[in-house]
T-cell receptor, first 116, second 113 residues
Framework: AQTVTQSQPEMSVQEAETVTLSCTYDTSESNYYLFWYKQPPSRQMILVIRQEAYKQQNATENRFSVNFQKAAKSFSLKISDSQLGDTAMYFCAFMNLNGANSKLTFGKGITLSVRP | EPEVTQTPSHQVTQMGQEVILRCVPISNHLYFYWYRQILGQKVEFLVSFYNNEISEKSEIFDDQFSVERPDGSNFTLKIRSTKLEDSAMYFC???????????FGPGTRLTVT
């Protein structure tokens, strides 16, 4: 079974600064995806970024980038030039690609507050 | 942009009653999921559905729960004899295929009193 651990319950960052959210996972699988989802106060789950485990290059999406360390099973999210709209809960998630099923396994989440 | 929709946005029910939560997945998606999130806790997988049958379910998804795709557009989650601990946000998601991005609906907040 897979586990996803987000050990920081909350973080705060000044607007325009950079913040890194940590995530570790445990799996015996070799073929998987990792995701970061954002959940603003509206509680809608929004995909922020995705990383395929077979890719060595770290994924980037505009101000969002990841540091994927496969050997260490670490998958952190870096948010550059933080904006007030980035205030939300962020969930790290794992998806096993072996077999026909593709459920997401989520971490407990981290509450990010961006200060003006 | 196509999106997953869910109705109702908020459902209040009494303990022991049955509820049906409805979802309309993105039209060309083939895989459907239900997740739940108890307030303040992480999002948990309930069930995945493909080709008109359950492909995987979690230990949470016991005989109290059932899913159905009654027509070509709706995907429902039925909870029989609701309990207080069923109070949660229920999210529907859909994807084109296994391993593809899952698009989430806005959720249904279920309150059992």
């Amino acid at each position: 079974a897979q586990t996803v651990t987000q050990s920081q319950p909350e973080m705060s960052v000044q607007e325009a600064e950079t913040v890194t959210l940590s995530c570790t996972y445990d799996t015996s699988e070799s073929n998987y995806y990792l995701f970061w989802y954002k959940q603003p106060p509206s509680r809608q789950m929004i995909l922020v970024i995705r990383q395929e485990a077979y890719k060595q290059q770290n994924a980037t999406e505009n101000r969002f980038s990841v540091n994927f360390q496969k050997a260490a099973k670490s998958f952190s999210l870096k948010i550059s030039d933080s904006q007030l709209g980035d205030t939300a809960m962020y969930f790290c998630a794992f998806m096993n690609l072996n077999g026909a099923n593709s459920k997401l396994t989520f971490g407990k989440g981290i509450t990010l507050s961006v200060r003006p | 942009e196509p999106e997953v929709t869910q109705t109702p946005s908020h459902q209040v029910t009494q303990m022991g009653q049955e509820v049906i939560l409805r979802c309309v997945p993105i039209s060309n998606h083939l895989y459907f999921y239900w997740y739940r999130q108890i307030l303040g806790q992480k999002v948990e997988f309930l069930v995945s559905f493909y080709n008109n049958e359950i492909s995987e379910k979690s230990e949470i998804f016991d005989d109290q729960f059932s899913v159905e795709r009654p027509d070509g557009s709706n995907f429902t989650l039925k909870i029989r004899s609701t309990k207080l601990e069923d109070s949660a946000m229920y999210f529907c998601a859909s994807s084109l295929g296994p391993g593809e991005e899952q698009y989430f609906g806005p959720g249904t907040r279920l309150t059992v009193t």
